[in-house]
Nanobody, 121 residues
Framework: QVQLVESGGGLVQAGDSLTLSCAAS??????????MGWFRQAPGKEREFVARITWSGGSTYYADSVKGRFTISRDYAKKTLYLQMNSLKPEDTAVYSC????????????WGQGTQVTVSS
């Protein structure tokens, strides 16, 4: 299984940028094809998908709500996942979590603890 630890959250103003990081570890990371994703959950709302990337090839996919503003990337050598967030809006306020699943599975099996992002207007 993969272990994930997020960092980089904080309080920013609308229009600002912020980059989240997710350090990954685990023997299976190099043994299987993984998909890494970012999710977020705002107070009183269900968790929603933000973006995902294939760990080996770097293919990306975004939710419509963040397309053009957020960029997901990974440093394969450093085993680190990133989420660059630009033009932040108050509605982006949420706890952001990274997750991992094997490319053959539909459900994400590993989750980080989450990091709070708060965007003030």
């Amino acid at each position: 299984q993969v272990q994930l630890v997020e960092s980089g959250g904080g309080l920013v103003q609308a229009g600002d940028s912020l980059t989240l990081s997710c350090a990954a570890s685990g023997r299976t990371l190099s043994s299987y094809a993984y998909v890494m994703g970012w999710f977020r959950q705002a107070p009183g709302k269900e968790r929603e998908f933000v973006a995902r990337i294939t760990w080996s090839g770097g293919s990306t996919y975004y939710a419509d709500s963040v397309k053009g503003r957020f960029t997901i990337s990974r440093d394969y050598a450093k085993k680190t996942l990133y989420l660059q967030m630009n033009s932040l809006k108050p509605e982006d306020t949420a706890v952001y979590s990274c997750a991992a699943r094997r490319s053959t599975e539909n459900e994400y099996e590993s989750w980080g603890q989450g990091t709070q992002v708060t965007v003030s207007s």
